[in-house]
């Protein structure tokens, strides 16, 4: 896109406000993982950089889960702008017996950055890191991992390019 997308405007604000105002009364501690700190000084949250810059999601999830108050973590996207409640009530009952709990869309296709974490995961996410890895695919075979399906996937979108977001400001307007 070209842009900071947790930046960019979006109803009550930017996206990355429009997802911590629907997921903050949910958790008792909100963390942004964030490239610089000083783009964001204006959330009044944590703010944690990669502990290794150029890694990718992974180290972003690790980054935040080491710094985390709390053994497991939900760990959410900013460009995924409107957040179905009961699917993260429902993987957070899951959550129990299990290291990650992730979204999947009916057709299997999983949703790494929807999804909760555990702690357990840390040295397994470094092992992976360390080997040159930066996909998380590959951490939900070598971990107890739960799919939760998205029963009502219109809710769900990505904002990945400069259409897709175009296209979610004009369904706002609608």
Not at 29 to 57: A, C, H, M, R, W
Not at 61 to 89: G, H, Q, T
Not at 93 to 117: D, N, T
Request: charged share 25%; net charge neutral.
């Amino acid at each position: 896109m070209k842009k900071n997308k947790a930046l960019l405007p979006a109803p009550e604000g930017t996206l990355v406000e429009r997802v911590i105002q629907q997921l903050e009364s949910l958790f008792d501690e909100v963390l942004i993982s964030v490239t610089q700190k000083k783009n964001f000084l204006f959330l009044p949250y944590k703010l944690v950089t990669d502990e290794k810059s150029g890694q990718g999601p992974m180290m972003g999830i690790k980054s935040a889960l080491s710094c985390s108050l709390n053994p497991k973590s939900f760990v959410i996207a900013c460009d995924i702008p409107d957040i179905d409640l009961v699917l993260i009530e429902r993987m957070i009952e899951q959550a129990g017996q299990y290291e990650i709990v992730i979204a999947c869309s009916h057709r299997g296709m999983k949703e790494p950055l929807f999804g909760i974490y555990s702690k357990s995961v840390l040295p397994k996410m470094s092992r992976l890191l360390d080997s040159g890895e930066r996909s998380l695919l590959p951490l939900f075979e070598i971990c107890r991992t739960k799919e939760v399906t998205i029963k009502n996937g219109t809710w769900f979108r990505n904002l990945n390019t400069l259409q897709d977001y175009e296209k979610y400001l004009n369904t706002l307007s609608d």
